[in-house]
């Protein structure tokens, strides 16, 4: 069992910059891809990145978002720069048990609660 807390979220104007991040307890964190995925109300959850020995990233995140990990903290980061209005919404962390990247949330073994970040306009 992982257990996930994400902090960090917030209200920001647009271009501004946000740090995310993803605590997540157990002994085998390292072995976990570690992916970020986001919902706007009245939308559907989407991927926005995710990261093993390697990072992958949604095209609207591309160039201005990006994922790190520190496996010695058991944590996992998400740099936001350059926001936008449309990057608005909950952002959630989530553990994948084996080491396949994949964007699809069905994917993923374990979620946090969410935390809210907003871009103003």
């Known amino acids: 069992q992982v257990h996930l807390v994400e902090s960090g979220g917030g209200l920001v104007q647009t271009g501004g910059s946000l740090r995310l991040s993803c605590a997540a307890s157990?002994?085998?964190?390292?072995?976990?891809?570690m992916g970020w995925f986001r919902q706007a109300p009245g939308q559907e959850r989407e991927f926005v990145a995710a990261i093993n020995w390697s990072t992958a990233y949604a095209d609207s995140v591309k160039g201005r978002f990006t994922i790190s990990r520190d496996n010695a903290k058991n944590t996992v980061y998400l740099q936001m720069n350059s926001l936008k209005p449309e990057d608005t919404a909950v952002y959630y962390c989530a553990a994948k048990r084996n080491s396949v990247v994949t964007a699809d949330a069905r994917g993923y073994d374990y979620w946090g609660q969410g935390t809210q970040v907003t871009v103003s306009s």
């Open positions: 157990g002994r085998t964190f390292n072995t976990y891809v």
